[in-house]
């Protein structure tokens, strides 16, 4: 897991990278401690762009939402489709980030889906559909 480090001489195009370099979209943002500081999403890029701001200060959402380390994955996965989320930031009592839970990286036991249409007649019984 990549995170980013803000530092007094952080630039936005340090966090740019890191968020490429992740491929997911996302990334944390921590302090020296890894203490987690926020987030930055591709979205919150794209609105910045629009607004023209490029202050990497009000880029970062510092108030994002998270969940304790140790949290069951059936959890996390209710929480992330409760607000409509890819990645959950994990944190300790101290709010140090230990881990980042990616929709893209959770192993989900597939199983094959089998169908079977019934069709037979002329289709007169139900009409346009």
């Known amino acids: 897991m990549k995170y980013f480090i ?9 966090l740019i990278s890191l968020i490429e370099e992740n ?10 401690y890894k203490k987690l ?5 591709d979205g919150d890029l ?3 762009l629009l607004n023209d701001n490029f202050s990497l200060k009000r880029i ?10 140790g949290s069951s994955q059936d959890k996390i996965l209710k929480k992330l489709k409760t607000i409509y989320r890819n990645n959950m ?9 230990v881990e980042v839970v990616s929709l893209e990286n959770i192993n ?22």
């Open 46 to 48: 794209r609105r910045a």
């Open 89 to 97: 930031p994990l944190v300790d009592k101290n709010n140090k980030l």
């Open 60 to 69: 970062i959402n510092y108030d994002p939402i998270t969940m304790p380390y």
């Open 108 to 129: 989900f036991n597939v199983k094959p889906n089998w169908v079977c249409i019934m069709a037979g007649g002329l289709g007169k019984r139900m009409g346009e559909l």
């Open 23 to 32: 491929g997911n979209g996302f990334i944390a943002v921590v302090d020296k």
């Open 6 to 14: 803000l530092k007094k001489n952080s630039t936005v195009k340090e």
């Open 37 to 41: 500081i926020g987030i930055v999403t």
